[in-house]
């Protein structure tokens, strides 16, 4: 099976732990990206914020939330106000994962499987277990099914803040610990570029991140 855990070393901080996953080969998706593409942020970061995975440009730069969507998940956070020396930003899956188009000028993303989520779960498992975050905000749905489980959708619970570990304790109970954390679900930021009414997706992703800043008074 697919799986990130023989690449992930016992006892790494974070440091160690994104120099290990630039090796590593747990699941396909290393072979047509550019590099692994590891969370960033505080260590001690109350805010641990979950995307799917590196779009064309953080696979370019190596670097997350870098691109079109990371602007409007930063000026998000900032009217919302969570304060990024506050935050840990990182993504369910660290490789990008595309289809070419135009002759390979294009690089079109393609959501990743549930057995790539799996696979790359332990590095999100790690970085929690270092960071053991206050708050968790899951962007959409691949954020959401590797945080909650595979019958996770964002309509059902977005901007209502739950305990965390919470339905699946199978998953991340021994990373945080018994639940004094909460998770916060949302749209992933792109889906705001997607939207015939960006102004009223903007909003909602605003209104729940109200709530994340609500959960850190
Ligand atoms: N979208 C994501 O989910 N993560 C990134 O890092 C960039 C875009
Ligand atoms: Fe490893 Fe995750 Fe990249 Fe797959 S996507 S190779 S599990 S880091």
Request: glycine share 10%; proline share 8%; charged share 25%.
């Amino acid at each position: 099976a697919y799986d990130a855990s023989p690449y992930v070393p016992e006892g790494a901080d974070l440091d160690e732990l994104r120099a290990a996953a630039a090796d590593c080969h747990g699941c396909p998706l290393y072979r047509d990206a550019t590099q692994t593409v590891f969370g960033e942020g505080a260590p001690s970061a109350r805010v641990l914020l979950v995307g799917e995975q590196p779009g064309d440009q953080e696979d370019r730069q190596g670097h997350p939330f870098v691109g079109p969507a990371g602007r409007v998940l930063e000026r998000a956070l900032g009217e919302a106000g969570v304060d990024p020396g506050e935050t840990y930003v990182t993504n369910a899956v660290k490789h990008f994962k595309f289809t070419v188009r135009d002759g390979g000028k294009k690089r079109i993303h393609k959501p990743p499987s549930l057995r790539e989520m799996a696979a790359c779960r332990p590095w999100l498992a790690a970085e929690m277990r270092l960071i053991r975050p206050e708050v968790v905000v899951a962007l959409g749905a691949t954020a959401g099914k590797t945080l909650l489980g595979p019958s996770f959708r964002v309509s059902d619970r977005r901007g209502v803040p739950e305990p965390f570990p919470g339905e699946k304790p199978e998953l991340w109970r021994h990373v945080m610990g018994e639940g004094r954390a909460c998770l916060v679900a949302t749209i992933h930021p792109s889906a705001v570029l997607r939207a015939d009414d960006r102004d009223a997706m903007y909003a909602g992703l605003l209104s729940d991140l109200r709530r994340v800043a609500d959960a850190l008074r």
